[in-house]
């Protein structure tokens, strides 16, 4: 079983790959939108797409449709709240396209940052352990090291992220 730390780390990491997807599922609406392709993406979810972005973007409102007293309650009205928050996201009239690109980058270098940071965490592990008075041959830390993250990749495996094939 993971320790405690690691199991942390995992769900900060999953959390982030949540956040890559969304971001990665905005650009590739935009761009549908910016193309006249939308017909031809089935998964879209105006509602959930208009909150993702809501979230990323700092609580934005769109008055009448979306505030402090309104919600949508269609997916027509989901549909207007989420061109609404695109057209205000929206740079030099690209529907919030370098937005949502910004938002795919940014969410990439915290999962970066995160997955970096597990790796950190069992080295320093490794490096810390018992030497029986001692001192390990850089290669043997270096086994060890791998190893752990191959264990780090069987985690993922165990919670259904990485492909059996990998």
């Known amino acids: ?26 650009v590739e609406y935009v761009e549908a939108k910016r193309d006249g392709r939308l017909d031809e993406l089935e998964w879209i979810d105006h509602e959930h797409l208009a909150r993702r972005v809501r ?18 309650l269609s997916e027509e009205g989901w549909s207007r709240v989420l061109d609404a928050f695109l057209d205000q996201l929206s740079v030099g009239n690209d529907g919030g396209l370098g937005w949502a690109r910004n938002l795919v980058h940014v969410a990439n270098l915290h999962h970066g940052l995160i997955e970096h940071k597990s790796k950190g965490v069992l080295a320093r592990r490794l490096v810390n352990s018992a030497t029986e008075n001692m001192e390990r041959p850089r290669m043997a830390l270096w086994r060890e090291f791998n190893n752990a993250v191959r264990q780090l990749t069987e985690l993922r495996k165990i919670y259904g992220e990485v492909d059996e094939t990998d």
Do not use: C, F, K, Q
């Not at 942390?8 to 959390?15: S, Y």
């Not at 609580?59 to 505030?67: H, S």
């Open 55 to 72: 979230e990323h973007a700092g609580g934005l409102v769109v008055p009448g449709l979306w505030d402090a007293t309104t919600e949508p």
């Open 1 to 26: 079983m993971p320790d405690e730390s690691m199991t942390i780390l995992h769900g900060d990491l999953r959390g982030a790959e949540l956040i890559v997807g969304g971001a990665e599922l905005l």
